[in-house]
């Protein structure tokens, strides 16, 4: 199916490591990106093509992948890391489109 | 450095259109297609699709055919999303977001268009 499924919520105190997963049949033939929106704001690409970190992105923020699920991990969770995340791929059966999870929102305790 | 500046917040009323404006700067505007997504009150980031700023071409994702319509006016380095015959379901915050082919993402987002629709 085309559907990213991620968990609604997830919280964590300072300093503890944070996962936020996500599924799909997709992930398994296409990279996934994650991005983080702060309320009011405009979302920021946190990791690209699973692993990889964009510049000025803190060295906290990591992303794994396996089959067809895979995970954003933030390490040493800050306050400043409270946000929505979300995940995405694409489907390429048929014209190429974008595909994003319902989001996760981090509360950090 | 890069930027996406869109253009204000509108208020309409059902059956009118609106178009959005996204004026790119710190790049060249040709070298980077720009996709469009909303996001309604609340709710998740969904994609509405692309417009290669080099050919003018689109790609609309299901479910964003026929009231919408993207276009460029290269000159001035925007891209413009266009919706037409206005709903109050298309209350929402629209993006700009620019393609990074290099990354397979989109790594820079203008800053939101909150359009309302409204009797």
């Known amino acids: 199916s085309s559907e990213l499924t991620q968990p609604p919520s997830v919280s964590v105190s300072p300093g503890q490591t944070a996962r936020i997963t996500c599924s799909g049949d997709a992930l398994s033939k296409q990279y996934t990106n994650w991005y983080q929106q702060k309320p009011g704001q405009a979302p920021v690409l946190v990791i690209y093509?699973?692993?990889k970190r964009p510049s000025g992105i803190p060295e906290r923020f990591s992303g794994s992948s396996s089959g067809t699920t895979v995970t954003l991990t933030i390490s040493g969770v800050q306050a400043e890391d409270e946000a929505d995340y979300y995940c995405?791929?694409?489907?390429?059966?048929?014209?190429?489109?974008?595909?994003f999870g319902g989001g996760t929102k981090l509360t950090v305790l | 450095q890069v930027q996406l500046v869109q253009s204000g917040s509108e208020l309409k009323k059902p059956g009118a259109s609106v178009k959005v404006s996204c004026k790119a700067s710190g790049y060249s505007f040709t070298r980077h297609s720009m996709s469009w997504v909303r996001q309604a009150p609340g709710q998740g980031l969904e994609w509405m699709g692309w417009i290669n700023t080099n050919t003018g071409n689109s790609n609309y994702a299901p479910g964003f055919t026929g009231r919408f319509v993207f276009s460029l006016d290269t000159s001035v380095s925007t891209a413009y999303l266009q919706i037409s015959s206005l709903k109050a379901e298309d209350t929402a915050v629209y993006y700009c977001a620019r393609e990074e082919s290099q990354m397979g993402a989109r790594d820079y987002w203008g800053q939101g268009t909150l359009v309302t629709v409204s009797s």
């Open positions: 093509k699973d692993i």
């Open positions: 995405q791929s694409g489907v390429s059966s048929g014209p190429y489109y974008v595909l």
